[in-house]
């Protein structure tokens, strides 16, 4: 076993940029384990399978074959072979990751693979059920949180440098509605382990939590 840091919170929490940087740090693998959940999404969606179709859901994930690869310290996710590392960054697919994550058997098959990839390597690994779930004895576990409309800002402004159409209160209410499904599924909930360290990046630089969490790898 590596040693695992993981780092769990709410969407646009800034975990992905910090987790990238801490990672960078210590010389470690950066795990995003939303990215795998949104390379699913992406198959459902492809694939016309309703959201609110578990068995679909079930029966679709079991022909999804998601690996991650690494170039130049970049993560890339593949869905059956392809490169779809661009194509998963929309709301749309985050949406259908959200209701998607909440199935057993896409979780179970997903989990399976991060637990493979931390069993053999450093890693600082992110999503929702990490310190709780995926790797329960990680080595440092932290719990990151930024208010609501904070994360909406954020996001408003990554989605406008990228070129797309977007307004700041639909974003915060589907921030919102995807806390409430994350925070109140029945499998794994999104929620903040016993022995996470909760740290609310909303006054906080980037610098200052990525230091932060290096402290605590001490
Ligand atoms: O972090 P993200 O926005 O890329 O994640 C997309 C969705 O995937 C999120 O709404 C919930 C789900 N997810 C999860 O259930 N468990 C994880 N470990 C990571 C993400």
Known sequence: MGFNIAIDGPAGA????IA???????GYIYVDT?????????YL???????????????????ADITLQYERGEQIVLLNGENVSGLIRTEEVGNM????????DVRT?????????????????????????????????????ASARE?????????????????LDTIEKDIIERDHRDMTREISPLKQ??????????????????????????
Do not use: F, H, W
Not at 14 to 17: N, V
Not at 34 to 40: E, F, Q, T, V
């Open 193 to 218: 382990a016993e022995d996470a360290v909760l740290i609310d990046s909303s006054d906080l630089t980037i610098g200052q939590v990525v230091r932060a969490i290096l402290d605590l790898c001490k």
């Open 20 to 26: 990238k940087k801490v990672a960078k740090e210590k």
């Open 45 to 63: 969606i492809r694939n016309k399978i309703d959201p609110n179709d578990e068995n679909a859901i079930s029966a679709g994930c079991r022909s």
């Open 97 to 104: 990751a959200s209701v998607s994550s909440a199935n057993k």
């Open 34 to 42: 939303g990215a795998m959940y949104r390379a699913m999404a992406l």
């Open 109 to 145: 098959k997903l989990v399976e693979l991060q637990q493979k990839l931390a069993a053999d390597a450093d890693v600082v690994m992110d999503g929702r059920d990490i310190g709780t779930c995926v790797l329960p004895d990680a080595d440092v576990k932290v719990y990151l949180t």
């Open 14 to 17: 800034g975990k992905s940029t």
């Open 151 to 167: 994360r909406a800002g954020r996001r408003y402004k990554q989605l406008k440098a990228k070129g797309q159409d977007c307004d």
